[in-house]
């Protein structure tokens, strides 16, 4: 059974880059039959897609973080991680990871992990 | 961009009641949404998928309806731990989730 955990600087300041790493268990994160993607909740907010990678390194990525954010997978760590750069207070959320099905529904997902974006 | 309106915002309830959740599509999405449970530090669970097949390992008093822009999530006797945030989700275009219910005990 795959298991996701997330994890990172829990305080990252504004400007600079946010970098989170999420560590697959049980499981090959190269397997052909995966695909990965980040969800995000600011506080007191809903979820909200930021991007997800498929076969042969393809991603997409919501538009309004397009130009920001950088997913990529480690194959040799059997780890996914998520880069944001230029990051403001606006970037606060807890950042979950999940495994993407071929219909775009995410399952399982890993605990979360929260950032604090710090002026 | 396809909007996921979920209403109500907040629902109270008692264990072994009924619970009905809306959430609303800004256009057609056919049935492709989905359906997630979210609680404080747990790993969000998915639900429902393409608007009424269960997920794996989900019990059967939870089902989802619907189709085009309207749908329902409905726990059928609410157990103590059902309380939690709702989520619906569309694929169209791209990943989109509603803003959420949040299910409390009354």
């Known amino acids: 059974q795959l298991q996701l955990q997330e994890s990172g600087p829990g305080l990252v300041k504004a400007s600079e880059t946010l970098s989170l790493t999420c560590t697959v268990s049980?499981?090959?994160?190269?397997?052909?039959?995966?695909?990965w993607g980040w969800i995000r909740q600011p506080p007191g907010k809903g979820l909200e897609w930021v991007g997800s990678?498929?076969?042969?390194?393809?991603?997409w990525y919501t538009p309004s973080l397009k130009r920001r954010a950088t997913i990529s997978v480690d194959t040799s760590k059997n780890q996914l991680s998520l880069k944001l750069s230029s990051v403001t207070a606006a970037d606060t959320a807890v950042y979950y990871c999940a495994i993407v099905d071929s219909n775009n529904w995410f399952d399982p997902w890993g605990q979360g992990t929260l950032v604090t974006v710090s002026s | 961009e396809i909007v996921l309106t979920q209403s109500p915002a907040t629902l109270s309830l008692s264990p072994g009641e009924r619970a009905t959740l809306s959430c609303r599509a800004s256009q057609s999405v056919s049935s492709y949404l989905a359906w997630y449970q979210l609680k404080p530090g747990q790993a969000p669970r998915l639900l429902i998928y393409d608007a009424s097949n269960r997920a794996t390992g989900i019990p059967a008093r939870f089902s989802g309806s619907g189709s085009g822009t309207d749908f329902t999530l409905t726990i059928s006797s609410l157990e103590p731990e059902d309380f939690a945030v709702y989520y619906c989700q569309h694929r169209t275009n791209w990943p989109a989730f509603g803003q959420g219910t949040r299910l409390e005990i009354k």
């Open positions: 990678i498929y076969h042969a390194g393809s991603t």
């Open positions: 049980g499981g090959s994160i190269s397997s052909s039959s995966y695909y």
